[in-house]
């Protein structure tokens, strides 16, 4: 199992660009969630899905749009890159079952915006 | 809206000192997540801890739950270089458990 990956690694982009992050995980979980993580701090929540086509503002959903379409993917839009958007952004899924909610990382995603 | 303080921000301990990591928020929740990140790498989850008076342990490190007091603490035993790292607490709220995270604990351990 590859567990949460996400794509790219690593991204730069130009105020104004567009871009979308893929996130993907094998563990048939039904949440999915995207954080950013900006230096010194802790991750903040973005958005999140509860399930295929569901999806739910987090603390900073601004400037930010999502989709699921597909229970294994969860996607993060960017349609107009903004330096503020400069971050390492993660995803998490995490299973219904058992009752922890235990949410499990992907590898992140540097981005800069310039 | 849900506030998680960590503290300390940066702790410097030599290698075999104890030592607890304080982590307390401000609405009621019952579920409560300890993770560990190295520099440029994702979280690591250490700890989940669902109940009141809940205490686990792995290796050096053992993690526990107040709910009454709002409070969870990570401790550290007999420190070894290998434990530095940043170590977070997150509180679950919600039917998604969305996760609202402490700003960190950055800890170095010298040998």
């Known amino acids: 199992n590859a567990g949460v990956t996400q794509t790219p690694k690593f991204r730069v982009l130009k105020t104004g660009q567009s871009m979308t992050l893929l996130c993907a995980q094998d563990m048939n979980h039904e949440y999915m969630y995207w954080y950013r993580q900006d230096p010194g701090m802790g991750l903040r929540l973005i958005h999140y899905s509860v399930g295929e086509g569901t999806t739910a503002k987090g603390e900073v959903p601004d400037g930010y749009n999502v989709s699921r379409l597909k229970k294994q993917n969860f996607l993060l839009g960017l349609e107009s890159a903004a330096p503020s958007q400069t971050s390492v952004y993660f995803c998490a899924s995490s299973s219904t079952s058992g009752g922890s909610y235990e949410q499990y990382f992907g590898p992140g995603t540097r981005l800069t915006v310039t | 809206e849900l506030k998680v303080e960590q503290n300390p921000l940066f702790l410097s301990m030599q290698e075999g000192k104890n030592y607890t990591i304080y982590c307390n928020y401000s609405?009621?929740?019952?579920?409560l997540y300890w993770y560990r990140q190295d520099p440029g790498k994702s979280l690591e989850s250490l700890f989940v801890?669902?109940?009141?008076?809940a205490v686990k342990q792995e290796g050096r490190l053992m993690a526990s739950l107040d709910t009454k007091a709002r409070l969870s603490t990570l401790h550290i035993t007999a420190a070894v270089h290998d434990l530095s790292a940043t170590y977070f607490c997150?509180?679950?709220?919600?039917?998604?458990?969305?996760?609202?995270f402490g700003t960190g604990t950055r800890l170095q351990v010298t040998l």
């Open positions: 609405t009621t929740s019952d579920r």
């Open positions: 997150a509180v679950g709220t919600g039917t998604a458990s969305k996760l609202t």
């Open positions: 801890l669902l109940s009141n008076g």
